[in-house]
């Protein structure tokens, strides 16, 4: 089975543009969270969904939004880019939220704004 | 709130020498505990977990205990390999179950 699937890559943006990221969980899972990686530090939450619908949401600003679709794929959106949301973004999926639910993660979009 | 510490790297070990890395956490309720390894260029991959206090997580030579007397997780091997190198994260859920927070990570560099 394939495993958790992020498009796309590597992007690179400048200040003030938008961007969307993608995400496909594995088969069967039902939940997407979305982290924040920057270089040399561990990931930071930004969202999960679960089943469509928003269950958790990190210490970001507005900017950063999220969606989840009827098929669990997710995209990631951020307005009004900032030097500083350069960072590797990476997706997780997992079954069902809860806190005993493994959550396996994508090999991330490293953002890069110039 | 909920946190995650570890022992600042790197961690410079020979080929086949005891690898421990210290994870201590300040949560309430009762988290899941976690180590997650992330390989240069690559995502995290989940390295073992447990789940209640005592519980002994294990995988790949790897082991962890869930000590929450000490509200610790260490990360401990017997004898590692080269292929061992790689950053190193200890996380755990927070209470309402629908995030991990991590720590900040510590490289583990392992030289033949």
């Known amino acids: 089975d394939a495993g958790v699937t992020q498009s796309p890559t590597h992007l690179i943006k400048t200040r003030g543009q938008h961007v969307t990221l993608r995400c496909s969980p594995i088969?069967?899972?039902?939940?997407v969270s979305w982290y924040q990686q920057v270089l040399g530090q561990g990931p930071q939450f930004i969202f999960q969904y679960y089943e469509k619908e928003e269950r958790g949401r990190g210490n970001f600003p507005d900017r950063f939004s999220a969606r989840q679709f009827p098929n669990y794929s997710s995209e990631l959106n951020v307005n009004a880019l900032l030097l500083g949301d350069s960072a590797l973004y990476l997706c997780?999926?997992?079954?069902?939220?809860?806190?005993?639910?493994?959550?396996?993660f994508g090999p991330g979009t490293r953002l890069t704004v110039l | 709130g909920d946190s995650v510490t570890q022992m600042e790297g790197p961690v410079t070990l020979s080929e086949e020498a005891f690898l421990t890395i210290n994870c201590t956490y300040t949560?309430?309720?009762?988290?899941?505990l976690f180590w997650y390894v992330q390989y240069p260029g690559e995502g995290l991959q989940l390295l073992l977990k447990a789940t209640k206090a005592d519980d002994k997580g294990s995988n790949k030579g790897f082991e962890a205990t869930y000590r929450k007397e000490t509200t610790s997780f260490h990360l401990e091997k017997g004898s590692v390999q080269v292929s061992d190198s790689a950053v190193y994260f200890c996380?755990?859920?927070?209470?309402?179950?629908?995030?991990?927070?991590f720590g900040k990570g510590t490289t583990l560099s392992v030289s033949s």
């Open positions: 088969s069967g899972h039902k939940s």
């Open positions: 997780a999926s997992s079954q069902q939220s809860g806190t005993h639910n493994e959550q396996f």
């Open positions: 996380a755990l859920t927070n209470q309402a179950g629908t995030a991990l927070i």
């Open positions: 949560a309430t309720g009762y988290p899941s």
